[in-house]
């Protein structure tokens, strides 16, 4: 049964004894083209996994925000996070199913990025229950990096036969939360030259009040047109001659480039998915999830703030029903789990997926 001692031993420690004679070494791996449907969408992803018999423990690779391939290509082919993970996870005995996102690559359907977050964590349950009837194949988890995180939450909390999850920098806060955090953080709302940081700051999260506001239904879309339509003018003017002649490539004049940008933009965080990420409190669902739940943040992670994301879960775990629930702070990592060195090389943190191929090898 769960106790509070239990609770506050786990989120007060983050001790995880790894088990020694977890990992094994595999040579040969197998690969196979896979797809599954959902809703209107058509999902295409690759299977890879060690070969011979065996029901091997797999999961699910769910990515994060944005239009991604299944490899997760963060560098111009520099850095692709889902195919690190996935050689590692396969050489430690455990199968990886990844896939191009709704819309993206070779997968179809309605664009991630205009579907809501209840209908996408939808499609990730569709893979489990593909997978699930496959005989060489074990239990079956997500692994959800950033949105990909929330996604799994959701799925976890309505699909109770998920084997298990692990967030790696899921958020834990409402999107209208992280947006306000990251227009400390990141600073991207300056929309003339003469801006402070303080004022930069001010527009970001005068911007995200009223895209919170209209998100559930209120006021607030006026301001969200002005302050898209100031940023992306300043984006324009910006702009070094040799790549704006490289976008008037593509439109007929600037005003064209503003006005086809600007609607596409608008379209964006007007859409379902947007509007979910403003509002969702990812904290209620996990409250629910009864499965075994690995929380990863990254050290120096300026999209999801570890520091602000841990209250939240503490919060949750008062009266949440997990009962197998490590979390982890991954010492020097950022959003993508790197660092600038070892971005360039291609490379995670150290100890990184050890961590996690142990964490699965002890529930498989």
């Given at each position: 049964m769960k106790t509070k001692h239990f609770t506050l031993l786990i989120v007060l420690v983050m001790i995880f004894h790894l088990r020694a004679d977890a990992q094994n070494s595999v040579n040969e791996i197998v690969e196979e083209a896979i797809s599954?449907?959902?809703?209107?969408?058509?999902?295409?992803?690759?299977?890879?996994?060690?070969?011979?018999?065996?029901?091997?423990p797999l999961v699910i690779l769910v990515s994060g925000m944005g239009l991604q391939d299944r490899e997760w290509d963060f560098g111009a082919g520099k850095f692709k996070f889902a195919k690190i993970i996935t050689d590692y996870l396969n050489q430690s005995g455990i199968a990886v199913y990844r896939y191009d996102d709704r819309g993206y690559g070779k997968s179809t359907g309605i664009p991630e990025t205009l579907t809501s977050f209840y209908d996408l964590a939808e499609d990730v349950y569709a893979a489990a229950a593909m997978l699930n009837e496959r005989k060489d194949i074990g239990k079956v988890g997500v692994l959800g990096h950033s949105l990909g995180g929330i996604l799994s939450i959701i799925a976890a909390s309505k699909?109770?036969?998920?084997?298990?999850?692990?967030?790696?920098?899921?958020?834990?806060?409402?999107?209208?939360?992280?947006?306000?955090?990251?227009?400390?953080?990141?600073?991207?709302?300056?929309?003339?030259?003469?801006?402070?940081?303080?004022?930069?700051?001010?527009?970001?999260?005068?911007?995200?009040?009223?895209?919170?506001?209209?998100?559930?239904?209120?006021?607030?879309?006026?301001?969200?047109?002005?302050?898209?339509?100031?940023?992306?003018?300043?984006?324009?003017?910006?702009?070094?001659?040799?790549?704006?002649?490289?976008?008037?490539?593509?439109?007929?004049?600037?005003?064209?480039?503003?006005q086809q940008e600007f609607e596409a933009t608008?379209?964006?965080?007007?859409?379902?998915?947007?509007?979910?990420?403003?509002?969702?409190?990812?904290?209620?669902?996990?409250?629910?999830?009864?499965?075994?739940?690995?929380?990863?943040?990254?050290?120096?992670d300026e999209h999801v703030i570890t520091e602000t994301n841990m209250p939240k879960v503490a919060q949750a775990l008062e009266s949440a029903s997990v009962t197998d629930l490590t979390i982890r702070i991954i010492p020097e990592a950022d959003h993508a789990y790197t660092t600038e060195a070892l971005f360039a090389k291609g490379e995670v943190v150290p100890g990184l997926l050890d961590f996690i191929a142990n964490w699965i090898s002890f529930r498989k």
């Open positions: 599954f449907s959902s809703n209107e969408a058509t999902y295409n992803g690759t299977l890879s996994k060690p070969a011979g018999e065996g029901a091997f699909h109770p036969d998920i084997d298990f999850i692990i967030t790696l920098s899921g958020s834990y806060k409402s999107g209208g939360e992280i947006m306000m955090e990251q227009a400390i953080s990141l600073k991207r709302w300056k929309t003339a030259d003469e801006m402070t940081d303080k004022q930069v700051i001010e527009t970001g999260q005068q911007f995200v009040r009223n895209w919170v506001s209209h998100s559930n239904g209120y006021d607030g879309l006026d301001t969200v047109k002005q302050i898209l339509s100031d940023l992306l003018h300043y984006q324009i003017r910006s702009m070094s001659p040799e790549l704006l002649a490289k976008n008037l490539e593509i439109y007929k004049d600037t005003t064209d480039f503003f608008l379209a964006y965080f007007t859409s379902p998915h947007q509007q979910s990420f403003a509002i969702y409190d990812p904290t209620e669902d996990f409250k629910k999830i009864t499965c075994p739940v690995l929380i990863l943040f990254g050290e120096k």
